[in-house]
């Protein structure tokens, strides 16, 4: 898909724009920002971009972009984009941001890079940004065709039905369309945003996973407050809102269900892998395959501080238990605990080397980022095939730039 030209100067400048990715996407953001702080206030996620994360994660999506268009510029890397396009329309977003987004990436490579950006290395940037967009354009208008909307228009009102505390750090909201329609229908493993209105104005959008199987009156999320690196202070500006004020009887902006961690047709086995809050689509998976697939092959692992921090703890065991081809392994860093018992608990960092997955397994993983690493290396040493194992990020995709 890539012109042969613009391959050539691609290939050619990617070792100087790659390098300089930090830099560009720096002020990219902050050029962008400074035309349009609305949407620093309103749509991105202003503690990503406190921290880097998101600068960081746009400079790996960019980066494997072009160098796949390099390697095979017949082809437009479409798989690379898949995550980002479902991320994209849970947060509403249309065609016509892409123009604004071009002018500010575009401008910042030609200013990082000063004369290096011939009006010939512009053209063949341009070109690679515009396929990038294109296809991401393309997929987040099929996205909202299924959904059968406008593009864009991905938020319903919701009401608090009942809220649990899980853990002394994640509470679940049972949520409800307020105006007494049905909840629309999803597929296991997919999330909803919620844009919150905090203290100051802002309009912040976080990610959570639906946690139970479709089919049901209600929808739920599981929300962990985040927390500093001290454990004490607050750091999640909606987790820590939604913790402190959702109660029931309350309403929220919620978004359709989007993702693309969505389980295979069939009966071949499946390894659903999780740590921490990662158990949460995991266990909408569970209760959908408990309804309709119980003979499936499954094992469940899952990796947590402690049984005190194991959110749903109890339902994912009754879960699991309803699958009559199944095993569940759960390593806790901490088993000092009369509930950390049974046979299926190890203490520890989760150490799937001595499970032997079954040939053809498909897997499933949600966790921390070194967590999801660390069982996919082991994993494809079990002999997995990579196109097989799927996984689900909370926040910035930082797979692509690590």
Not at 305 to 314: E, G, I, K, Q
Request: proline share 6%.
């Amino acid at each position: 898909m890539l012109s042969s030209e613009s391959a050539r100067i691609v290939r050619t400048t990617l070792p100087a724009v790659g390098a300089s990715l930090s830099t560009i996407t720096e002020l990219f953001y902050r050029r962008m920002f400074e035309e349009r702080p609305d949407l620093l206030r309103d749509l991105f996620n202003r503690a990503n971009q406190a921290s880097g994360a998101q600068r960081e994660a746009l400079a790996g999506a960019v980066a494997a972009f072009a160098t796949a268009l390099v390697d095979h510029p017949d082809q437009r890397p479409d798989a690379v984009l898949g995550r980002i396009a479902n991320k994209h329309a849970s947060l509403g977003i249309t065609s016509d941001q892409y123009t604004l987004v071009a002018r500010h990436l575009l401008g910042a490579v030609a200013e990082v890079l000063g004369d290096a950006v011939t009006p010939a290395v512009a053209a063949a940037w341009d070109e690679v940004y515009w396929l990038m967009a294109n296809a991401l354009i393309a997929m987040e208008a099929r996205l909202y065709a299924q959904a059968r909307i406008e593009d864009g228009a991905v938020w319903r009102t919701m009401e608090i039905a009942e809220r649990h505390e899980e853990t002394p750090d994640a509470v679940s909201l049972v949520l409800r369309p307020a105006d007494g329609s049905p909840t629309e229908p999803f597929v296991p493993g997919q999330y909803v945003s919620v844009r919150a209105e905090l203290p100051d104005g802002a309009h912040q959008i976080r990610q959570y996973s639906l946690s139970t199987a479709p089919g049901r009156k209600t929808w739920r999320i599981t929300v962990k407050r985040e927390r500093s690196a001290d454990g004490r202070v607050p750091e999640g500006e909606v987790s820590s809102w939604l913790h402190t004020h959702a109660r029931p009887g309350d309403v929220l902006e919620v978004s359709l269900p989007f993702g693309d961690l969505l389980l295979p047709e069939g009966d071949g086995p499946l390894l659903l892998a999780s740590a921490g809050i990662g158990v949460t689509p995991m266990l909408a998976m569970l209760e959908h395959l408990a309804a309709v697939s119980p003979d499936r092959p499954v094992t469940v692992v899952h990796a947590d501080r402690s049984p005190v921090h194991h959110a749903h703890r109890l339902e994912l065991t009754e879960l699991v238990g309803r699958l009559r081809n199944s095993s569940l392994h759960v390593w806790y860093e901490d088993t000092d605990h009369p509930d950390a018992t049974g046979d299926h608990v190890n203490e520890g960092w989760a150490d799937i080397t001595r499970l032997s997955p079954d040939a053809g397994t498909t897997a499933f993983l949600c966790g921390p980022l070194s967590f999801m690493k660390a069982v996919r290396t082991d994993l494809l040493a079990h002999g997995l095939s990579p196109r097989d194992i799927h996984y689900e990020v909370f926040g910035p995709d930082l797979w692509l730039s690590k």
